[in-house]
Every structure is written in structure tokens, then in C-alpha cells.
């Protein structure tokens, strides 16, 4: 036998080896692993003082209900995937991580959806995030978001699916977070002290200096009903002066309709 075809043999026959090792020791690990039984269950929160929409004890709930008593069930037979799939369906939860140790802990990492907005009726009031998702108001939690009171034309059951159902409503809602992003990155965010929604769904604003109520209609056409405010401030207001005006339409393409009511009420 030449010299190369030994080498080849034995490198071949080193190659077998080692692959027997690995085969053996994987087949040891899985043996032992699928000996080890869940110990118990370890639930992180990530900003549970800042947003309590989810506890620990509600994590808990949420999976006895969908794989039952899981500690003292062996690791190898949890879907980890599954869980993660379930807890991700529950509207208050951006995103869970589920893993498992050696010692048989299954570690969850919860992050919870953040308030953007809060809706406000008189009998009712709810959250949602910049997705879109509905969350409900919770006991002795209260956090600095836009709130829009009035006349909300979403259903407060659609909080417990996370998203309203009919097209309308989701069109309004996706509208309305357009109008929100807007404010919030724009000279509106800390100028604007209410926004009221009337029985047409559509919006009236108030601003937290002077008495004018900017009548913004239905949230369609944000930025050009915007520039139309900015120039009522810089140009109408500053030749008219404070006072002038207590209503300022801006519906109309082209057009801003001042009015003051307050006068026409008095004559």
C-alpha cells in the first residue's frame, strides 16, 4: 500500500471515530436529558413597576391553561416554541422567550406592549400601543399618552382580542395613530391639552393656550389640517389677536373658518 492511500485510511478511519464519539456522547446527553423533569417555572417581566399590564401570576394562568401542570413533566417533551406561540396571542405581550436549563427551569421573558394613546368615554376607557393593539385600564396605573375622550366608535370587548373586528373601526384606529405619531414628532406634542371625538367620529382639539377648539373632522389629511393650524397661529391670531376667535374650522381644502360662537351667542 502506497504512502497516500495510508494516509487517506487512516484519516478515514480517525473520521469514523471521531464521528462515533459524537453519535455516542449526543445519544448520552439525550438520554440523560429526557430524565430531567421540569423543577419550576421562572417568569421575567421585563418593565412590570413602569407597565403593569402583565403578572407573573397571569404568565402562569396562561400556560396551565393551554399544557397544564408542566413542573415535574420531562424538559425534552415541552414545545418551548409552543409556548412562546400562545403567550404571543395574548394582546398585552410584544414578545415572549421561553428556554429551559440544565437543571430543568423553564425561564419565560415577558415584554409587554407600551400605552401610546388612552381612549376615554364616560362609561368605559382603554389603552393601545403604536400597533394598533387594545389594552385595557388597569387599577392605580396611570401614564402621560395622548388621550382622546368623546364618543370612541371601538367596542371595549375588543380589548380582550387585541384588535377591533369591523373594517371601519380599524381604518379609524389605524387614522388615529397616524394623527398621534404626527403629534408626537412634531411643535404639537406639548401644545395640544385635549382631543374630543363627537358622535360622527370625528375630532375636535384643544389646544393648553387661548380659547380656540380647532375642528379637525374625521383623522384624514393629518399634516395639511396641521399646516392649517400653524397658520392660524402665525398669521390669523397675529393679526387678529387673542380673543377673536373661539372656533377654527379646518375641514375645508383651502379654506380655515374662523368663527366666534360666544359672540354670536351674546348678539
Known amino acids: 500500500m502506497s ?31 429526557s430524565k430531567v423533569l421540569c423543577s419550576k417555572v421562572d417568569i421575567t417581566v421585563k418593565d412590570s413597576i413602569k407597565t403593569p399590564f402583565v403578572t407573573t401570576e397571569s404568565i402562569k394562568q396562561y400556560i396551565k391553561d393551554d399544557f397544564g401542570q408542566i413542573i415535574g413533566t420531562p424538559v425534552d417533551s415541552l414545545n418551548l416554541s409552543r409556548i412562546e406561540s ?9 414578545k415572549s422567550e421561553a428556554c429551559v436549563t440544565r437543571e430543568g427551569t423553564v425561564e419565560i421573558i415577558i415584554t409587554q406592549r407600551t400605552p401610546m394613546i388612552r381612549f376615554q368615554t364616560p362609561s368605559y376607557g382603554f389603552y393601545c400601543d403604536n400597533d394598533g393593539v387594545l389594552l385595557p385600564l388597569q387599577k392605580n396605573f396611570r401614564t402621560d399618552v395622548m388621550i382622546i375622550d368623546g364618543h370612541i366608535p371601538l367596542d371595549p370587548q375588543d380589548c380582550e382580542k387585541g384588535r377591533p373586528d369591523d373594517p371601519q373601526d380599524i381604518k379609524w384606529l389605524d387614522d388615529i395613530l397616524k394623527l398621534a405619531d404626527h403629534v408626537e ?60 376667535y373661539d372656533s377654527v374650522d379646518l375641514r375645508y381644502k383651502k379654506q380655515i373658518v374662523c368663527k366666534n360662537t360666544e359672540k354670536k351667542k351674546k348678539s
Open 3 to 33: 504512502h497516500n492511500w495510508k494516509h487517506i485510511v487512516l484519516k478515514t478511519t480517525l473520521g469514523l471515530l471521531l464521528t462515533a464519539v459524537l453519535v455516542g456522547a449526543y445519544a448520552l446527553g439525550s438520554s440523560k436529558r
Open 185 to 244: 414628532h412634531s411643535i404639537w406634542k406639548d401644545r395640544i391639552a385635549q382631543i374630543h371625538c363627537n358622535q360622527d367620529g370625528e375630532l375636535i382639539i384643544v389646544p393648553k393656550d387661548g380659547n380656540e377648539k380647532f375642528i379637525f373632522g374625521h383623522p384624514e389629511d393629518i399634516e395639511r389640517k396641521f399646516d392649517k393650524m400653524k397658520i392660524y397661529y402665525e398669521r390669523i391670531l397675529a393679526e387678529k389677536g387673542e380673543g377673536a
Open 86 to 94: 400562545v403567550l404571543n396571542e395574548k394582546g398585552a405581550i410584544l
